[in-house]
DNA sequence: TTATTCGGAAATTAAAAACA
DNA sequence: GTTTTTAATTTCCGAATAAT
């Protein structure tokens, strides 16, 4: 019989849950796993809740709406603008955000953001794309940059594209900063969010930014600095138990994010010529 | 031989659904 | 309102692996 949840939560330390092991002690501070290894022993500070989330009707609802978006689109891939989005759709539209696309804007991010925006890791990056499959998080996350890059000026897709010769790069983006909005309203991201949530506003930020939609650019920026704050990337020991590449890319975040957030205020006030700000609007090669 | 990691089973929990 | 079911998280056993 495992003790009870209040109890646990009380004696459960954070580096006796990441290693696995039993935290032995009877609740005295620092426990004996921590001693014997010489780690600090602190507690964890916010379980998870537990449960199911949301009606379950809706997972019934969400498996018809994918099947009826899979129909549609292998009638008419791109046809989705707006007949296909109703507020019920939450899943992701089949076929928008494809490794045609994918590969060209992951391209032009390192080519030419990210000297001005080093916020992401490549590798890391591949990773994310490989997670879509089962995360929305991590395909609202790509959606948001594709579009980004796509709002680009000199930003070209290949024309062995699916998207297609009819369409514009920017159409294809507009498509992009919606599905992600939309699909964004599939989890509860509020509540426990992640890096990848906030690499998402930053990304609706920069759409927006570069659509010269500033009143929605700054929300979309306020929302990622606020989830900055809430997972504590002002205080340097949020990263010490993460690898080296982890807490360097959140750090960098973080100080994007602030950064930002102090020209676009002065960008309204005063100077929309801001060179950092110009570089989220016209990433120009 | 000892220490550490981590897959995953079991326990626990909370919310939705079913029932009276 | 109560009970049951379901789906989520948490705990930590013990096998595998690494370090000494």
């Known amino acids: 019989m495992l003790p009870s949840t209040h109890d646990r939560n009380r004696s459960r330390r954070r580096s006796c849950h990441r290693r696995k092991v039993k935290c032995i002690g009877d609740g005295t501070k620092p426990c004996k796993n921590c001693v014997s290894a010489g780690l600090a022993c602190t507690y ?12 379950r009707a809706k997972v019934l609802s969400e498996l018809r709406e994918n099947q009826r978006q899979s129909h549609l689109t292998q009638s008419s891939p791109y046809e989705l603008t707006s007949r296909s989005i109703s507020p019920q759709a939450f899943s992701r539209t089949p076929g928008l955000l494809s490794q045609d ?6 391209q032009y991010f390192f080519t030419n953001i990210y000297s001005t925006q080093p916020i ?6 591949q990773e994310t794309v490989l997670q879509m499959e089962h995360s929305i998080e991590a395909y609202c996350t790509m959606a948001s940059l594709c579009a980004y890059v796509l709002f680009q000026p000199s930003m070209v897709l290949p024309q062995t594209s699916s998207f297609g010769p009819n369409h514009s ?5 507009h498509l992009l900063l919606e599905e992600t909005i939309r699909a964004r309203k599939g989890y509860e991201y509020f509540e426990n969010p992640t ?3 906030i690499y998402t506003s930053f990304f609706i930020f920069c759409s927006y930014f570069a659509l010269d939609r500033q009143n929605a650019a700054w929300s979309y ?6 989830f900055a704050h809430v997972m504590n990337l002002h205080e340097e020991d949020t990263y010490k138990d993460d690898d080296f590449i982890s807490a360097s890319r959140m750090r960098r975040m973080y100080w994007t994010l602030f950064i930002s957030e102090r020209f676009t205020i002065e960008a309204q006030v005063c100077n ?3 060179d950092f700000l110009q570089g989220l609007r016209f990433q120009k090669t």
């Open 44 to 55: 964890n500070a916010i379980p998870q809740k537990k449960g199911p989330k949301g009606s």
């Open 101 to 106: 696309v994918l590969d060209p804007c992951i």
């Open 120 to 125: 992401l890791h490549r590798q890391r990056l």
């Open 169 to 173: 790069t920017s159409a294809l983006g």
């Open 195 to 197: 890096i990848m949530t």
């Open 221 to 226: 920026l306020r929302q990622a600095l606020t």
């Open 272 to 274: 929309p010529g801001i």
